[in-house]
């Protein structure tokens, strides 16, 4: 079994920053991704940032420049920084786990979600 739960979400206004966390527990393996996914009401889920095998980091467009995603290997624990944050980044934010080897390799453990809300 893989738990995976988020926190850090929360209330900002316009250009605030955010830092949301994300642990991995139970069985896992180092060599894996970890990413961040968002979904506003009435909107598609989508990709935000995600970090494979610890070294490539990938990041939607709209999160170039203003978001950060890291990684504490010691944790388990990838980090989404988030910057300079726009009403249009409201949404409940995704962490996603990821393995890349054994036998659950390319299975993707979803967190419980967490609020980001950025309003005036």
């Known amino acids: 079994q893989v738990q995976v739960v988020e926190s850090g979400g929360g209330l900002v206004r316009p250009g605030g920053s955010l830092r949301l966390s994300c642990a991995a527990s139970g069985s896992i393996v180092s060599i894996n991704a970890m990413g961040w996914y968002r979904q506003a009401p009435g909107k598609e889920r989508e990709l935000v940032a995600r970090?494979?095998?610890?070294?490539?980091?990938d990041y939607s467009d709209s999160a170039k420049g203003r978001f950060t995603i890291s990684i504490d290997n010691a944790k388990n624990t990838v980090y989404l920084q988030m910057d300079s944050l726009k009403p249009e980044d409201t949404a409940v934010y995704y962490c996603?786990?990821?393995?890349?080897?054994?036998?659950?390799?390319?299975?993707?453990?979803w967190g419980q979600g967490t609020q980001v809300t950025v309003s005036s």
């Open positions: 996603t786990y990821v393995p890349l080897l054994g036998r659950n390799r390319g299975n993707t453990y």
């Open positions: 970090l494979t095998g610890g070294r490539r980091t």
